[in-house]
């Protein structure tokens, strides 16, 4: 298991009580996302799904949300004392609707989906983790990590001709997803920011400024995406 | 239990720069931090030095930290869509320089509106080092750009007092390690440097860096002294 910065043991103490339930609480819904990823990436490379020149994107990707689940559950377990929500049986098939792991846009469809979650979901939860700096810095460190995922992966669909989608979210497009993503890119079209219309500010037109400013996604959006995925 | 959404409750009401200003002097008084450079002149002129500029402190002070990035950023996409790489690049290269330079300077310009009053002057930039011409040099110039950009939200996120701005560097944040990963693999295609391990640590956890490094890395581009002595810390 990798080691937790020192900086995590030294600086948490200062966190209170009840705001560490509180972290215990955000971080095991992050560790329930990444279990999902890790899995999504292992099971896909171990079926063999994946062609051999984007093995080692994958392979990179799997290692990270590998990384994140083992990091997660020594914060929470070691760190703050907290228990670590097991690994939930998953269904990627999601009812029989997808077969990720025989086909391959599907797998990278799927993959795309995951990470583009991951990215919204994490920004969903930045203040609720801001209370304590080290939590919030390793948060902020693992969604921008996500981030660049999504674009690889986005990118790597269009330039298989499987999408015309771009490393960064056009208005609240889907592209060639299935409907069943939806809700995953609600809202991404947002210009309105700081309760200023961007686009009436900077004569950019919206599609753009769309693409300038990932949205954040709430816990109860997120799962009830998950939740598709879920034996 | 704090679980639901922060809904950003917008940093002002309308586009007018005065109130903009106001709420951010009430915000950051209320936090008990001082807005540098305020007063009572709603007319009043950037925090500035001699011959430089000065970020100011608390959440201004790192808005201005953002806002000098983005500066630096939108300038040289400027510089890059204007130049001899650019011309000659193929549809996607050119279509990705393209969404870059909208994405950062609408980032500019919006901390710009946002900051109002409490905005620093516009920085001056030197791209000498850069050959415009050359598609190895501007890559590499923007993979430094877009790494030193995400590093730098990620390790101010930390020091953001403001729920809301918070949120607004994090939906920057992601948008710039997006735009990093597509500039590695435009260097280096189907590899894994996207999200390399000289970034990412074996916890999958992506660097931070703090104010002075990345002010000091920065400073190779940016003409005009920086004055960061206020931010947090």
């Known amino acids: 298991m990798a080691a937790v910065p020192l900086g995590i043991l030294s600086a948490l103490p200062k966190v209170a009580k009840a705001d560490t339930a509180s972290l215990i609480d955000v971080l095991n819904y992050a560790l329930t996302l990444e279990h999902l990823e890790y899995r999504y990436y292992q099971m896909g490379i171990e079926s063999g799904v994946i062609e051999g020149a984007d093995r080692n994107i994958f392979l990179k990707i799997r290692d990270h949300e590998l990384a994140h689940v083992n990091f997660l559950t020594e914060v929470i377990g070691n760190v703050l004392m907290g228990t670590p929500v097991e690994e939930p049986e998953f269904d990627f098939t999601a009812g029989g609707n997808f077969s990720p792991f025989t086909d391959y846009p599907t797998f990278l469809a799927l993959s795309q989906a995951f990470e583009d979650t991951g990215v919204r979901a994490y920004k969903g939860q930045a203040g609720n983790v801001m209370e304590s700096d080290v939590v919030l810095t390793a948060a902020l460190s693992i969604h921008s990590v996500e981030a660049r995922h999504a674009s690889m992966v986005r990118r790597l669909r269009t330039k298989k001709g499987q999408d015309t989608v771009k490393g960064w979210i056009t208005n609240g497009s889907i592209g060639s997803l299935p409907a069943a993503t939806q809700a995953i890119y609600a809202g991404e079209e947002n210009v309105m920011q700081g309760g200023v219309d961007v686009t009436s500010l900077t004569g950019i037109d919206a599609a753009a400024v769309s693409e300038g400013w990932d949205e954040p996604l709430s816990k109860d959006q997120v799962l009830g995406i998950a939740s598709l995925f879920l034996a | ?233």
Do not use: W
């Not at chain 2, 000098?68 to 510089?79: D, I, P, S, T, V």
């Open chain 2, 1 to 233: 239990m704090k679980n639901e959404l922060i809904k950003p409750k917008g940093l002002v009401t309308n586009t007018n720069r005065r109130n903009f200003l106001k709420f951010g002097t009430m915000s950051v008084a209320g936090a008990g931090l001082l807005l540098m450079g305020c007063n009572d002149d709603e007319d009043m002129m950037p925090p500035m030095m001699n011959e430089g500029v000065s970020l100011g402190s608390g959440d201004i002070g790192i808005l201005n930290y953002a806002y000098a990035l983005e500066q630096l950023e939108a300038a040289f996409y400027a510089n890059v869509i204007a130049g001899g790489y650019f011309a000659n690049a193929n549809a996607e290269e050119k279509t990705i320089m393209g969404d870059l330079e909208k994405h950062e300077r609408a980032h500019r310009d919006f901390f710009k509106a946002a900051l109002g009053g409490a905005a620093i002057a516009d920085l001056e930039v030197d791209f000498s080092s850069i050959d415009f011409s050359s598609r190895t040099s501007v890559l590499g110039a923007a993979k430094t750009f877009e790494d030193l950009g995400v590093a730098a939200y990620n390790g101010a996120g930390q020091f953001i007092e403001n729920v809301d701005y918070l949120l607004i560097a994090g939906k920057i944040v992601s948008v710039e390690a997006r735009h990093a990963a597509a500039i590695r693999d435009l260097i280096n295609p189907g590899s894994d440097d996207f999200a390399g391990d000289d970034l990412i640590d074996s916890n999958g956890l992506e660097r931070t860096l703090g104010f002075t490094d990345v002010l000091t890395a920065a400073s190779t581009y940016i003409k005009t002294p920086i004055d960061f002595s206020q931010l947090p810390s």
